[in-house]
């Protein structure tokens, strides 16, 4: 090599991670901004990017559409980040799990709840009224169910491992009774038609399910 030549410098690609990361955050948190001012039928990837000053062709290709749009907004407003961290290994469901009062554990839970509402339920309205009209919709709709159907399978069998249930009550009625406090549904009725604040309603989530359970 003469000396007149300079070494290349290595390929810095955290950087462009880091970039990429601030434009998907941007962009989510300007399709949240548009759902919730113009609906969902109303808001187009188009309107997204422009919001977001990036272009339509980058969001298509984060997201895929709008559905997956929609989706990835709410995954982000249940756990907080955008940090590919599977629900089970999160730092909530980790404590819970190792939370021996099972009275806490169940109260902490409502708590939970909570402290997402705010973030992801709004959000859920304007998905749910979409999926009246719209088939992609209504199948994210029903991709959020079955998750949460899943989550409150995994939360039931905990409770049965460790020995809290309640005597005639089984794992699978355990996990239906989770999967029904947790719904949309019951903050809907609760806090957004009769104003109940937050914090009523988690703790009252928390009191009816040690109540169910336990």
Known sequence: MSEGVKPKRPYDASRRREQARASRAAVLDAARALFLEHGYARTTMKTVAEAARVSSQSVYQVFGNKPGLVKALIDVAIVGDDDPIPMMEREFVQGNMAEPDPVKKLRDYGAHLEEIAPHVNPVLVVLRDAAAADAPAAA??????????????????????????RTGVSEAQARDVLWTYSSFEIWDLLVRQRRWSARRYGRWVGDQLVAALL
């Not at 959020?144 to 409770?159: K, N, P, V």
């Open 140 to 165: 994210v709709w029903e991709q959020l169910q079955q998750e949460r159907l899943t989550g409150m399978s995994h939360f039931a069998g905990h409770l049965r491992r460790e020995g809290f249930l």
